[in-house]
T-cell receptor, first 114, second 117 residues
Framework: GAVVSQHPSRVICKSGTSVKIECRSL??????MFWYRQFPKQSLMLMATSNEGSKATYEQGVEKDKFLINHASLTLSTLTVTSAHPEDSSFYIC??????????FGSGTRLTVV | AQSVTQLGSHVSVSEGALVLLRCNYS??????LFWYVQYPNQGLQLLLKYTTGATLVKGINGFEAEFKKSETSFHLTKPSAHMSDAAEYFCAVTKDKMVQGAQKLVFGQGTRLTINP
């Protein structure tokens, strides 16, 4: 089956620094990748959608300058949280979609900003 | 616009008892429907999905769900709960036809399933 690798699984960073999260589709090419944020005991909130080689489409209320998304290839998308602050602490999950497997999720990244 | 409502944010059953997690959807077009399971600090794992065809869908770990268009429902069931079923469950909907461009998954609020020994 399809596998999406997301790294790191956990990261702690200091306030004001930037953090990059990687999402890779290991055995398929993802036409579209999605980035979600999940608060404790809540559902997934879609942050943005990215297609390879084009700019990401951000959901309303998501700051595109804070959450930089790069989808340079059909197997790799990155989310960079710039100038992180404690309120950015959350669980971030990526998902990759293709015609065969549908939606496949990464294992998530727990970001803690101190 | 599409939406999903999961009735009951928390469901508790005894080990060996029937599991029933409710999901109702709203969609202006024929939907694709999904159930996902999430264990603590992990991503989502697909349990089952309905696209077209048979309305009773069987998934992994003994779960199944039935698409009922007249009731706009896609409830998840399992005849006999196991301790390892304790997790968060999400119902999701998207438009049918995986056409070009992004088809977003719309998630329900989630249901936390607790299994009592």
């Amino acid at each position: 089956g399809a596998v999406v690798s997301q790294h790191p699984s956990r990261v702690i960073c200091k306030s004001g620094t930037s953090v990059k999260i990687e999402c890779r589709s290991l055995d398929f090419q993802a036409t579209t990748m999605f980035w979600y944020r999940q608060f404790p005991k809540q559902s997934l909130m879609l942050m943005a959608t990215s297609n390879e080689g084009s700019k990401a489409t951000y959901e309303q209320g998501v700051e595109k300058d804070k959450f930089l998304i790069n989808h340079a290839s059909l197997t790799l998308s990155t989310l960079t949280v710039t100038s992180a602050h404690p309120e950015d602490s959350s669980f971030y999950i990526c998902s990759a979609r293709d015609q065969v497997y549908g939606y496949t999720f990464g294992s998530g990244t727990r970001l803690t900003v101190v | 616009a599409q939406s999903v409502t999961q009735l009951g944010s928390h469901v508790s059953v005894s080990e060996g008892a029937l599991v029933l997690l409710r999901c109702n959807y709203s969609s202006s077009v024929p939907p694709y429907l999904f159930w996902y399971v999430q264990y603590p600090n992990q991503g989502l794992q697909l349990l089952l999905k309905y696209t077209t065809g048979a309305t009773l869908v069987k998934g992994i770990n003994g779960f199944e769900a039935e698409f009922k268009k007249s009731e706009t429902s896609f409830h998840l069931t399992k005849p006999s709960a196991h301790m390892s079923d304790a997790a968060e469950y999400f119902c999701a909907v998207t438009k049918d036809k995986m056409v070009q461009g992004a088809q977003k998954l719309v998630f329900g609020q989630g249901t936390r399933l607790t299994i009592n020994p």
